[in-house]
């Protein structure tokens, strides 16, 4: 359903990623691990349009994205939860869910995906009123993720939904994606955390410096040497 | 009774700084600059307003209401014209190119319609209300009146409207509002606009109660309520509000019992402590460094 081939971005003189091809296919979980500055997020934000490729195509459903206007990318069904979760920390947990849902049109069914939203993450329900700045940051991460689905993605990017959160939280949002995937919403996953990110991943490629140095199932690049080495300590 | 006739007439010119006010700040909130030329803008929205009323002769209503179309229109265009295509610029070339559309706006007025002051028509009818001794004219009251509503309307519309609740969220964070799916240039146009319009309901309010229409006209003003959205807290629309009217009521006070010549020298003063202790202004938020 995500095509991605040949991608190149630059930032001003300094090209980030130099050319990769990547696919995720409908109904995967795809992760794409690797170290700090590998180019994660900047691919993240080359598909989700926030920037502009220098060269390459990223097809969703067949359709060119990288010469639509951003804001129109989210209408097509694909949502990103952006790294450091970015919610607006002075509206409401509610007002945060209804801008997730703000390119859609189809009034009745918001509520009734707010009230999904709330059933995956029961916690957002007893903090609706509170404004986002005052929830912890997995409150605020489980917010970003829900934020992100109240658009009816058909393919959700999370970048690094992970960071900064204690471990027991960690399994808890690892086991909400997996739960996300099995409701049928497809899944890209950009993880510095390798090791969890390819046990719940069909397939999983690592990203090193601009480069797609390694691509197989979850299981292979777990097994992996040189994965072991690199990401997963030793 | 003078005092609270002083309070009254503060609280009257207050209502249209806070007014012009709201510009500033509203467009400080979602275009992080500052539009130095919105002074201008409320000069032009006068111009329109002598012109509609004086040379074609048309009621007071449609004639606000073509200034505030023409000034919104204005204020979309500059936008798009001169701002736009610095985005990405650095925060000091928007606001020379602000200062540079303000000097435009002067001289383009001047080239078109002269340097010599038109008397604006009386718009408003004279009189006062008569409370005991206290007696308060209708123009402070029409004035007050128009702030207040002005103030609930535009509440109302940012924190109901789905175009206000991406007002707020572009404020915040754009990137992430463009994630949401909002079109952040038409959001930008958007702001302007209603700023731009505001400005034009200002101009007939200030030109009743000052009636001489002249290119320079909107700089004062201007340089006025923007040190009002800064002494509220700039980007805080409650502050625009609050800013506005206190600076009106220290100017008359400042008139009244210090001096007339002084009072703008004390209105800015006033402006520094309130800074000094306050960098933010009164309901300015702190802003946070990310790390």
């Known amino acids: 359903m995500l095509e991605i081939k040949d991608l190149k971005v630059s930032y001003g003189m300094i090209e980030a990623i130099k050319g990769i091809s990547f696919e995720v296919k409908d109904g995967e979980i795809v992760t794409l691990i690797g170290a700090n500055g590998a180019g994660k997020t900047t691919t993240m934000h080359a598909i989700s349009g926030l920037l502009k490729p220098a060269s390459g195509s990223i097809l969703l459903d067949g359709k060119e994205l990288t010469k639509m206007a951003p804001h129109k990318i989210v209408g097509l069904g694909l949502a990103q939860v952006p790294e450091g979760r970015r919610v607006f920390a002075q509206q409401t947990v509610e007002e945060n869910l209804i801008l997730g849902a703000y390119s859609r049109t189809d009034k009745e069914e918001i509520t009734k995906d707010m009230e999904d939203v709330f059933s995956l993450f029961?916690?957002?329900?007893?903090?609706?009123?509170?404004?986002?700045?005052?929830?912890?940051?997995?409150?605020?991460?489980?917010?970003?993720?829900?934020?992100?689905?109240?658009?009816?993605?058909?393919?959700?990017?999370?970048?690094?939904?992970?960071?900064?959160?204690?471990?027991?939280?960690?399994?808890?949002?690892?086991?909400?994606?997996?739960?996300?995937?099995?409701?049928?919403?497809?899944?890209?996953?950009?993880?510095?955390?390798?090791k969890r990110a390819l046990s719940i991943a069909n397939r999983a490629y690592v990203l090193e410096t601009g480069y797609i140095t390694l691509s197989g199932t979850g299981e292979e690049l777990a097994r992996d040497e040189r994965v072991k080495k690199a990401y997963l300590g030793g | 009774m003078e005092f609270f006739s002083y309070l009254i007439n503060g609280l009257g010119l207050g209502s249209v700084y806070a007014i012009i006010a709201l510009g500033y700040t509203m467009v400080y909130g979602i275009a992080k600059m500052l539009n130095f030329a919105h002074g201008d803008v409320i000069m032009v929205g006068a111009y329109v307003v002598f012109f509609a009323l004086s040379s074609f002769n048309l009621p007071l209503i449609p004639g606000v209401l073509l200034s505030v179309a023409v000034c919104t229109v204005l204020g979309i265009t500059i936008e798009r014209l001169a701002y736009k295509p610095l985005r990405q610029a650095s925060s000091l070339s928007v606001l020379i190119t602000a200062i540079g559309v303000s000097y435009f706006l002067q001289n383009a007025a001047q080239l078109l319609w002269s340097s010599s002051t038109k008397v604006f028509p009386a718009v408003f009818p004279s009189g006062s209300l008569e409370l005991g001794s206290l007696s308060i004219s209708y123009l402070t009251l029409i004035t007050i009146a128009t702030c207040v509503l002005v103030m609930v309307c535009l509440t109302l519309f940012i924190n109901r409207t789905k175009t206000g609740r991406a007002m707020r969220a572009c404020s915040e964070d754009k990137g992430?509002?463009?994630?949401?799916?909002?079109?952040?240039?038409?959001?930008?146009?958007?702001?302007?606009?209603?700023?731009?319009?505001?400005?034009?309901?200002?101009?007939?309010?200030?030109?009743?109660?000052?009636?001489?229409?002249?290119?320079?006209?909107?700089?004062?003003?201007?340089?006025?309520?923007?040190?009002?959205?800064?002494?509220?807290?700039?980007g805080s629309i409650p502050g625009a509000f609050l800013g506005g009217l206190l600076l009106g009521v220290i100017e008359i006070f400042a008139k009244a019992y210090i001096s007339t010549q002084l009072s703008d020298a004390i209105v800015f003063a006033v402006l520094i402590i309130v800074l000094l202790i306050k960098p933010s202004g009164l309901l300015g938020r702190r802003i946070r460094e990310k790390v």
Do not use: W
Request: proline share 5%; hydrophobic share 45%.
């Open chain 1, 122 to 194: 029961p916690r957002l329900k007893e903090r609706r009123t509170q404004t986002a700045g005052t929830l912890s940051g997995g409150e605020q991460q489980m917010l970003a993720m829900g934020r992100s689905l109240m658009a009816k993605p058909s393919i959700l990017l999370m970048d690094e939904p992970s960071m900064g959160l204690s471990p027991l939280l960690v399994s808890e949002i690892f086991h909400i994606i997996e739960e996300i995937n099995k409701k049928g919403t497809t899944v890209l996953l950009v993880e510095q955390n390798a």
């Open chain 2, 176 to 234: 992430a509002s463009t994630l949401m799916g909002i079109n952040v240039n038409r959001i930008i146009s958007i702001t302007f606009a209603i700023g731009s319009g505001l400005a034009a309901i200002a101009s007939v309010l200030l030109c009743a109660a000052y009636p001489s229409v002249y290119p320079t006209l909107g700089a004062m003003p201007g340089i006025k309520a923007f040190t009002a959205a800064v002494f509220g807290g700039i």
